[in-house]
């Protein structure tokens, strides 16, 4: 079972920054791909971005397309999202997601077996 620990949430104007971090505690077979789902108040989880383990291609829904940017060390089993220009509607539970997917498939959240528990991203305005 992979465990997944997130880090680096917090509370931050709007225009600023903040890096989240996300641990897996092992390597399987049955994972290719880790990401980012977020979920609002009174709202659906929504996808934010993934990227594929070995090949290193990413992944991003449009509204952070520019200002999110996604990235891992293979090496420490990590995956970063660093988010710059920060709206207020970026506020959310952010969620790490581990799974299997393929193309259009990463934006699936049936697509990932493993969730961490969340960390909350708070922007003012």
């Known amino acids: 079972q992979v465990q997944l620990e997130e880090s680096g949430g917090g509370l931050v104007q709007a225009g600023g920054s903040l890096r989240l971090s996300c641990a897996a505690s092992?390597?399987?077979?049955?994972?290719?791909?880790m990401g980012w789902f977020r979920q609002a108040p009174g709202k659906e989880r929504e996808f934010v971005a993934a990227i594929r383990r070995s090949l290193g291609i990413t992944y991003y829904t449009d509204s952070v397309k520019g200002r999110f940017t996604i990235s891992r060390d293979n090496a420490k089993n990590t995956v970063y999202l660093q988010m710059f220009s920060l709206k207020p509607e970026d506020t959310a539970v952010y969620y790490c997601?581990?799974?299997?997917?393929?193309?259009?498939?990463?934006?699936?959240?049936?697509?990932?077996?493993?969730w961490g528990q969340g960390t909350q991203v708070t922007v003012s305005s």
């Open positions: 092992e390597r399987t077979f049955s994972v290719n791909t």
């Open positions: 997601v581990a799974g299997y997917c393929s193309g259009y498939e990463c934006s699936d959240k049936d697509r990932y077996n493993y």
